[in-house]
């Protein structure tokens, strides 16, 4: 499966906890999205124990040991949901464009230096430390 999550806004060098929940819930609707959109859609019940598929799944879903797993955590006050998760052998190739204006080779802008604002956005793509590309449910 592949997909394109986009952001447009600042993104701080020292995100704290705040900016990286708005990172979160901005990403929210996109994610919620995936799951309505094949191979995904078949496979509902990993966050939702009472769905029925309509037809046979067309991919199959890895469990890793044994029964199919929910993928519902409570982070703190929050419940999230991965897309990506070791409990269903799923792992992600994650490829980030970033634009911003400015002269080619500046990498340190107001908002601070690069490595450290998309470090913001990959933690604000977790739930925890182990999980990416989560959505809050």
Known sequence: ??????????LP?????????????????????????????????LIEPNFEPTSDPSTDIVVVGGEKPNLVEKVGAHRYTSVVSSKIALVADLTITFLRPGPPG?????????D??????????RACADRLAT???
């Not at 499966?1 to 600042?10: K, P």
């Not at 500046?106 to 690069?114: N, S």
Request: hydrophobic share 30%; charged share 30%; net charge neutral.
């Open 116 to 125: 450290n604002r998309i470090k913001t956005l990959l933690d604000g793509l």
């Open 1 to 10: 499966m592949e997909f394109t999550l986009y952001y447009r806004g600042e």
């Open 13 to 45: 060098a020292q995100g704290n906890a705040l900016e990286k929940h708005k990172l979160r819930r901005h990403f929210h609707d996109q994610l919620k999205e995936l799951w309505n959109q094949p191979p995904l859609d078949q496979h509902f019940d």
């Open 135 to 137: 959505f809050s449910i």
């Open 106 to 114: 500046g990498l340190r802008d107001k908002y601070g230096d690069l």
